[in-house]
């Protein structure tokens, strides 16, 4: 495998269940991040880890509980999501998390959430 | 307040014809510009980066910067039906770790 991978590719979840997203990255990167993409919305940064650290979290509800058990893995925590959460969840590796000409991001293919 | 701004078209242009694709940035700090490639219901690819004040050409794709109007732009010459997709900005946040931030982006339609 090579690039970012990310499972499941969709996923439908009802408010009161609990699932997780997955990702892995194959580059050996040392910084991951999770994004959310909603139609006519621009993407928006969720969670960012350095070498398995987390270093920025944009006021995202608790209900997302990211977990980086080591610097290829990343996952994502869904409890108790509302109808408004369903969106395209997209998770990204880089080199570090400077984004200079050494560092752009790579994005896995995403999941397709849709909460019910 | 952090905002990258981005026509969201949609932009129709023939083939072979010249696509310009607009942005314009508020963080005067910003060193790093980025424009992702988006096919319908697919992740974002990176197509050019520029760091530099002025024109950066990889192919058919131009990338040009103007820091002092803090405005990126990404033309594409010779466009093609296979260049039809979303094309977001993303500029990097000064002081913020990780933090690129996105415009909405332009979806471009390629006529035959």
């Known amino acids: 495998e090579t690039g970012v991978t990310q499972t499941p590719r969709h996923l439908v979840m009802g408010m009161t269940n609990k699932k997780s997203l997955k990702c892995e990255q194959h580059?050996?990167?040392?910084?991951m991040y999770w994004y959310k993409q909603s139609a006519k919305k621009p993407l928006e940064l969720m969670f960012v880890?350095?070498?398995?650290?987390?270093?920025e979290n944009n006021s995202v509800p608790s209900r997302f509980s990211p977990e980086c058990p080591n610097s290829s893995h990343l996952f994502l925590h869904l409890h108790t999501l509302q109808p408004e959460d369903s969106a395209l969840y997209l998770c990204?590796?880089?080199?570090?998390?400077?984004?200079?000409?050494?560092?752009?991001?790579?994005f896995g293919n995403g999941t397709r959430l849709t909460v019910t | 307040q952090k905002e990258v701004e981005q026509n969201s078209g949609p932009l129709s242009v023939p083939e072979g014809a010249i696509a310009s694709l607009n942005c314009t940035y508020s963080d005067r700090g910003s060193q790093s510009f980025f424009w992702y490639r988006q096919y319908s219901g697919k992740s974002p690819e990176l197509i050019m980066s520029?760091?530099?004040?002025g024109d950066k050409e990889d192919g058919r794709f131009t990338a040009q910067l103007n820091k002092a109007s803090q405005y990126v732009s990404l033309l594409i010459r010779d466009s093609q039906p296979s260049d039809s997709a979303t094309y977001l900005c993303a500029v990097n946040w000064r002081g913020s770790q990780g933090n690129l931030i996105f415009g909405k982006g332009t979806k471009l339609s390629v006529k035959p």
């Open positions: 880890y350095s070498l398995e650290e987390r270093v």
């Open positions: 520029i760091y530099s004040n």
């Open positions: 990204a590796s880089s080199q570090d998390v400077r984004h200079d000409y050494n560092s752009p991001l790579h």
């Open positions: 580059l050996g990167h040392n910084a």
